[in-house]
């Protein structure tokens, strides 16, 4: 039974205004863009570091454990080469921490795992909270797909940052200089070719690396882009076989899903060139080391700098898989900035009260509001009363503020100026 009849008169719903540019603001936003979300990735660093902990100790542990296997391997083919029986000591010594590495390795797989799935549980539920908050008001300013997108797609590209990228950044510095040190113990010379090839692999990753950023950010806005266009389609799909469009439509998605291929085969391109200096760098530490031994390759020390070449390279191989990921996550970091703001706590002026009712009313007692000053109000000295049980229809053309009342309603949006009352209460309590 229709109760109250409401016509609303006003302007049309439009989306609150983009804050205005200041006089100063740089030439090139693109640029300032990709500092901000640089920095988003390092404030996000310093929060997983400490998931990452755990990996970053097991995994100092495992390339000690591969030092002292590299010297009972150094010392037992030492004396098979010299013609005596390898000790049992060396040999027991090498399937110890042959083991001990085995099950170090496995925990710090399972440790890194975690550290990535607990700071993507922390960012979705941050993100899922902000998209929550600014209700559907938010669809005004970019498409459902996307918002979509960043809350699966961006934050799943963000596990390698927090499960790889973080502990081997550390590893990558720690773990040589204990390779080094044990090295320089036993042939400071072979530590010290060590140290000088090593010096080369930071340098060319980072040359390699410096079109990998913008390939990672159009990547995903090439995957944005595709689920939007299939988004869409599917919603209209009724709509495009009447129109007889569906071979076009068809063609279009096969174009974007193209794209999309394209782009990411760009990215694994330049990811492939950063291995290209680390392989070179190490094959050269060897070639030198067992140049420089000649003929005292029967030598402890000697075996001990070529087992130890490769343990020094493989923290920076880690390394060096890894700096895709954080390159990666600053291109997945773009979407993650435009997420609006979690608005300030309401703190309650008194203790909530529970109103006795067999329904729900609800009462709009001179509410104004407006999305945009340049076009007016949506909502304009609005007043009206719906008893509960009461069945009220609005009325008025598109864009006359029915659904800032429905938002209003739902707390999406708090109006300018007036009251908004729920069995007597105050909304905002």
């Known amino acids: 039974m229709l109760g109250q009849s409401a016509t609303l008169e006003g302007h ?3 989306p609150s205004p983009a804050a205005p540019a200041p006089h100063d603001a740089p030439a090139d936003p693109v640029a300032m863009r990709r500092r901000a979300a640089r920095g988003w990735v390092r404030a996000q660093s310093r929060l997983g570091r400490r998931g990452a902990l755990p990996a970053i100790l097991i995994g100092l542990l495992s390339t000690c454990c591969a030092i002292v296997a590299a010297w009972c391997i150094a010392r037992a083919l030492a004396q098979a080469l010299g013609g005596d029986s390898p000790d049992p000591v060396w040999l027991a010594g090498l399937a110890v921490s042959a083991l001990l590495r085995a099950a170090l390795m496995i925990a710090g797989d399972l440790a890194a795992a ?3 799935a607990s700071a993507r549980r922390r960012l979705r539920a941050d993100a899922l909270a902000r998209l929550l908050a600014a209700g559907p008001a938010l669809l005004r300013s970019s498409h459902s797909a996307e918002w979509a997108s960043a809350v699966i797609d961006r934050i799943e590209a963000l596990d390698g ?3 790889r990228w973080l502990p081997a950044s550390t590893l990558a510095i720690a773990a040589p200089v204990l390779v080094l040190a044990a090295l320089g113990a036993v042939d400071p010379m072979a530590a010290l070719i060590l140290l000088l090839l090593g010096l080369v692999v930071p340098f060319g990753m980072a040359i390699a690396g410096i079109g990998a950023g913008g390939a990672s950010r159009r990547q995903f806005g090439a995957m944005a882009r595709l689920q939007t266009r299939f988004l869409d389609r599917v919603r209209g799909i009724a709509t495009i076989v009447l129109a007889g469009a569906a071979d076009a439509e068809a063609a279009s998605l096969a174009a974007a899903a193209d794209e999309l291929r394209v782009r990411t085969m760009r990215v694994l391109r330049v990811a492939f060139l950063s291995s290209v200096v680390l392989d070179s760098a190490a094959a ?3 070639i030198i080391l067992a140049i420089r031994a000649g003929g005292t390759l029967s030598a402890a020390p000697s075996l001990f700098g070529l087992l130890l070449a490769v343990e020094f390279f493989a923290p920076l191989r880690a390394y060096a898989a890894a700096y895709q990921d954080q390159l990666q996550a600053a291109g997945a970091a773009d979407a993650l900035l ?8 309401v703190v309650p002026a008194g203790p909530i009260r529970t109103v006795a009712a067999s329904g729900v009313s609800v009462m709009f007692d001179h509410v104004s509001f407006c999305w945009d000053a340049a076009r007016g109000k949506a909502l304009d000295d609005l007043s009206f009363r719906l008893a509960a049980g009461e069945t009220m229809v609005l009325v008025g053309p598109s864009g006359a503020g029915k659904s800032t009342v429905i938002e209003i309603i739902l707390g999406f949006v708090r109006p300018d100026a ?11 309590s």
């Not at 435009?338 to 706590?345: R, S, T, V």
């Not at 009251?419 to 209460?425: P, Q, Y």
């Open 418 to 428: 007036g009251r908004v009352l729920i069995n007597g209460a105050p909304i905002e």
């Open 114 to 116: 975690h550290a990535g």
């Open 338 to 345: 435009d997420l609006p703001e979690l608005p300030a706590p």
């Open 284 to 286: 050269a530490a060897l």
């Open 161 to 163: 940052l927090f499960a």
């Open 12 to 14: 049309m719903d439009s």
